[in-house]
């Protein structure tokens, strides 16, 4: 194996943000942010709370259970096909991150908590790919 404590952590940040897209996905929004007067409720019931008319939780479903099943098959048995699909899924991640963060910030003025370790999670990612070097 490559590195398999890299992808492992990779892994493992992917599945902490399954589970706080799950959280979005399926507990009330009231419920998960606190309240209707919180910075997470006013985030996820903005005008962006959707990408082409699919709420962001329900693509961050499929788009982290996608790569975490991924990363875990590159695993257990990697291949370079793998671990570039895992480059492009991180690369692609980020971008809507940084998009996503902007929006908080600089946007709505507000912020998700689970937004943010979701988000900070792909920020993460690519900065594992980026400087920790395969042997």
Do not use: R
């Amino acid at each position: 194996m490559e590195n398999k404590t890299k992808y492992t952590i990779i892994l493992t940040i992917f599945l902490i943000s399954l589970i706080f897209s799950g959280i979005l996905t399926f507990v009330s929004l009231e419920e998960a942010c606190g309240g209707i007067q919180t910075t997470c409720y006013a985030v996820q019931t903005s005008q962006y709370e959707s990408t082409f008319g699919i709420k962001n939780s329900n693509i961050g479903l499929v788009a982290f259970s996608i790569m975490a099943i991924l990363v875990f098959l590159h695993i257990k048995q990697p291949t370079k096909y793998k671990k570039q699909m895992i480059i492009a899924g991180i690369i692609g991640g980020t971008i809507f991150a940084l998009y996503f963060l902007y929006i908080q910030f600089f946007v709505i003025d507000a912020l998700c908590k689970y937004c943010m370790v979701i988000d900070i999670g792909m920020l993460l990612n690519l900065g594992i790919i980026i400087f920790w070097k395969d042997k």
